[in-house]
């Protein structure tokens, strides 16, 4: 082992699936991306960590609701597009030739070519950290979709996907909840 400096040990730990997160302020439809992501537990309870530097901030705040959208590795361009420039001045659906799809339970957005959505609603926010935790409303799946490699940031402007699946269900099996 070597060291590796403390101001990168993040990189370690940070990748995450990327998200793009959809928001509707009341009067247009916005979408960030997020890396700093956290499943709760089993339940549909997530977290996100984001701030007032991020334009949805005030709509996630403000709404209490909001989308989770996973997008696979042949649309990385398009989620790090999304998060270089700012909803107060681009349309990013238009910019990024997004589908809108209604959602069931919040007035944000799903996107079409994203593998999966999950609809839901701001149980907490803990400002002084930027982590909002959401609680799942809805969550829906595109099983046609051919790529279904998820994208990971590492936090230094590169990315891994998703590779081989190691099976170890039966090896699990006592731990994982029923039905999953």
């Known amino acids: 082992m ?5 101001s990168k040990a993040f990189t370690l730990i940070e990748p ?14 916005n979408v960030m991306t997020i890396t ?3 499943v709760m537990d089993f339940s549909p309870r997530f977290a996100i960590t984001t701030g ?4 949805s901030w005030e709509a996630l705040r403000d709404t209490g609701e909001c989308v989770l959208a996973i997008p696979t590795v042949d649309m990385i361009d398009t989620a790090v597009g999304i998060g270089m420039c700012s909803g107060t001045d681009t ?5 990024f030739g997004l589908t809108r799809l209604q959602a069931s339970k919040v007035k944000a957005p799903l996107i079409a070519e994203c593998l999966a959505n999950v609809e839901c609603r701001v149980v907490e926010i803990i400002e002084r950290h930027g982590i909002v935790v959401l609680d799942g409303l ?3 799946h595109d099983s046609t979709r051919q790529e279904k490699r998820m994208v990971h940031a590492v936090g230094d ?3 891994i996907a998703d590779g081989e699946v190691l099976d170890r269900r039966e090896m699990m099996r006592a731990k994982i909840p029923p039905g999953v």
């Open 91 to 95: 349309d990013k659906f238009a910019s």
């Open 157 to 159: 402007g590169t990315f």
């Open 36 to 38: 700093w992501t956290m």
């Open 16 to 29: 995450g699936p990327v998200v793009l997160v959809t928001t509707n302020d009341g009067q247009r439809d």
């Open 52 to 55: 007032p530097w991020n334009h």
């Open 2 to 6: 070597e060291p590796l400096p403390l």
């Open 138 to 140: 809805a969550a829906w």
